[in-house]
């Protein structure tokens, strides 16, 4: 967070009225989003619903990390994409589609995903993390050097009509290498998605960071919530730190 | 004994469903010993979610018993009754191609 908040101006207020009604929140919480700032790793399916969603919720700044150009294959999911944009840059869609929505919102769009060369980077730029990213290596990458930062992480995946989400406060929660210490052995990169199924995870992702940014309402920290739109079953886990984490086991 | 699976992610995909229970014997009531069952029953494609190349089960899987995590590599005993779950990590939804630790991703 910045060391002088910036006040909400009249038209913030007047934007954010309904929101500022919900208890424990209210203009406090509101100057808390605008003074904030969130990297979203890739804006896929995922991460375009975080983006917009914290974008309409009034956060300051968004550090965006996301490569490669909109294919129609990104179109029924990835709702920062436009079907004007194919062919080019992802990245540039999605910081349009933002401002379309909130021009007031700073944005640091990066046309790269993230890579061992510029997480520390990225990750130095943000107050807290939304993960996002397809590939465990990228995963792990932000998990390690978000924890070394002691910044927080939300963690959203899916896979077919199920999701999972969980908070991360590195030293306090099991972090991602608590969950699985290394990639799967069969992961597929390609998979059945619905665009309703990684939009219903990345507003829940969107509603973490909002609460842990405000300091309100109950975080999913040291829990995993499984969620499985096939059958609408909503699971809640308790996640146990592993006192033997190379990420976190020290700490 | 009787226990209650769970499955999630990829492995629901090959077990193609959601839940059943499973009879262990009492002299066998380890989680390990469970996956070992599943891995058998469910063929190749399980076997190599579950189990790796030096026949030991994959750390990887997250398992919970009756909701609550458990270590990766550990091999608790079961209850008669308790439920597992078990998940294999998902991540998110798209396809580069290549070496991930590079700054431009491949389209697709």
Not at chain 1, 41 to 52: E, T, W
Not at chain 2, 4 to 21: P, R
Not at chain 2, 38 to 67: C, D, W
Not at chain 2, 73 to 102: C, E, F, H, M
Request: glycine share 8%.
């Amino acid at each position: 967070m910045n060391n002088q908040p910036k006040k909400l101006i009249p038209e913030e207020l007047d934007t954010y009225e309904w929101q500022m009604w919900v208890p424990d929140f209210g203009q406090m919480g509101q100057e808390k989003l605008k003074n904030a700032s969130v990297m979203i790793s890739r804006c896929g399916g995922l991460g375009s619903v975080v983006a917009y969603e914290l974008a309409a919720a009034g956060i300051g700044r968004l550090v965006l990390a996301h490569a490669g150009n909109v294919n129609y294959s990104d179109l029924n999911r990835q709702l920062l994409m436009t079907y004007d944009w194919l062919g080019k840059p992802r990245i540039e869609s999605a910081k349009r589609r933002l401002l379309e929505l909130n021009p007031r919102l700073e944005i640091i769009a990066v046309n790269e995903n993230v890579t061992s060369e510029n997480v520390l980077q990225l990750v130095a730029e943000a107050d807290l993390i939304v993960d996002c990213a397809p590939l465990f290596e990228e995963r792990f990458a932000m998990n390690a050097e978000a924890v070394a930062q002691r910044k927080p992480i939300v963690e959203c995946a899916m896979y077919d009509l199920e999701a999972t989400i969980t908070s991360i406060t590195p030293g306090q929660t099991p972090c991602l290498a608590c969950l699985t210490p290394e990639p799967p052995p069969a992961w597929t990169r390609q998979f059945p998605v619905f665009g309703a199924v990684s939009g219903t995870v990345g507003c829940m992702g969107a509603m973490e960071a909002i609460k842990i940014i405000a300091g309100f309402g109950k975080p999913l920290l040291g829990k995993m919530v499984r969620i499985d739109l096939r059958d609408m079953t909503f699971d809640t886990f308790n996640l146990a730190r592993n006192p033997n984490c190379s990420v976190c086991g020290g700490f | 004994m009787k226990i209650h699976v769970t499955y999630g992610g990829q492995l629901k995909a090959i077990t193609k469903i959601a839940a059943e229970t499973i009879h262990l014997p009492e002299d066998e009531n380890t989680v390990n010993s469970l996956l070992f069952q599943i891995a058998e029953r469910y063929g190749k494609s399980a076997h190599m979610m579950l189990v790796g190349p030096n026949q030991k089960t994959h750390r990887t899987l997250i398992r919970f018993i009756n909701n609550t995590q458990i270590t990766p590599g550990a091999n608790p005993k079961l209850g008669d009754g308790d439920s597992i779950t078990l998940i294999t990590p998902i991540s998110g939804g798209v396809n580069p191609r290549g070496n991930w630790n590079q700054t431009r991703d491949m389209e697709r």
